[in-house]
């Protein structure tokens, strides 16, 4: 198919997926400690287990799922149906992540962190052919900038709306945080989905990679990773990055009220980074060599 045929409207879906992607993950990352925490009233330290598992997992599948990715041969192309399959248990577990039930200390724990780990799990099922797709999508260096801008707006404007709404919803949509957090994921959860769905029903893969008989066994091709030094160091460099980007989304809770005394100013403090990437999604096409 021609790039020619490439709309407006495909690139604007394309955004709004990354916009249910990436609200999907802030909302986690910035409020899942908080609530097991505060809300749901988990130890730290099971707490710390719980978060440490399931990162552990979502690095382990989404390196998989690039292999499994690449063999995957569909009318739907590639990618495209993992975000069908992928945001409907994506939105359950979502849901039922932020409402853990009336249990013992125990239970709690094994609810909580199973439910993690199973989430982070699935949302690598759909997230990492997501991000694929726009290599699929064109193969035009032009109209793949103009994706990659609607996805870096998309994608930040999800967390604009997540970290300036969610404490908003939570306190106005029950008498306490718990129903709070619970009718406010499963608001959330509608959204992003009929945002996925609006992406998958839009895009299209015009780009069908050639079909190599000889492909190496995953064994082989982890093995090669550890020659290939690149790769390496951008792995550290994102370890680190979004090390530091969940240190700081889960400490901004805590820091609004427990030293500033107002939890609802979290929303101002967690907004002040993704309005600033959107101001820059902007201007980085404008920038010249």
Not at 83 to 91: A, K, R, T, Y
């Amino acid at each position: 198919m021609d790039d020619m045929d490439i709309k407006q409207s495909e690139k604007i879906s394309y955004g709004l997926g990354d916009f249910a992607s990436n609200g999907l993950f802030l909302f986690v990352s910035s409020y899942l400690m908080y609530y097991l925490s505060d809300v749901a009233c988990l130890d730290l330290v099971v707490i710390s287990r719980i978060l440490i598992a399931g990162r552990i997992v979502d690095a382990l599948a989404s390196l998989l799922m690039g292999f499994v990715v690449d063999r995957t041969r569909s009318p739907m192309g590639r990618c495209r149906p993992y975000l069908l399959c992928g945001i409907w248990p994506v939105s359950v577990l979502f849901v039922l992540l932020f409402g853990m039930p009336e249990l013992s200390a125990s239970l709690k724990g094994l609810y909580g962190g199973t439910l993690y780990v199973a989430f982070c799990l699935v949302y690598a099922v759909m997230n990492v052919p997501f991000s694929t797709l726009m290599s699929l999508m064109t193969a035009d260096a032009k109209e793949r900038v103009q994706f990659n801008k609607y996805k870096c707006l998309g994608s930040n404007l999800g967390g604009v709306f997540v970290t300036a709404t969610t404490m908003l919803f939570v306190t106005h949509l029950a008498p306490n945080q718990r129903q709070g957090f619970l009718r406010t994921a499963l608001l959330f959860a509608i959204l992003f989905t009929i945002f996925m769905l609006i992406c998958f029903i839009n895009t299209k893969e015009r780009i069908q990679p050639a079909v190599t008989e000889n492909k190496p066994d995953i064994r082989k091709a982890l093995g090669s990773l550890k020659q290939n030094k690149p790769w390496i160091l951008y792995c550290g460099i994102q370890f680190c990055q979004l090390t530091f980007m969940m240190m700081r989304q889960e400490a901004t809770v805590y820091y609004a009220k427990y030293y500033l005394g107002r939890t609802e100013l979290s929303a101002v403090l967690l907004t002040f980074m993704p309005v600033a990437a959107v101001l820059s999604a902007f201007l980085m096409p404008r920038a010249k060599r």
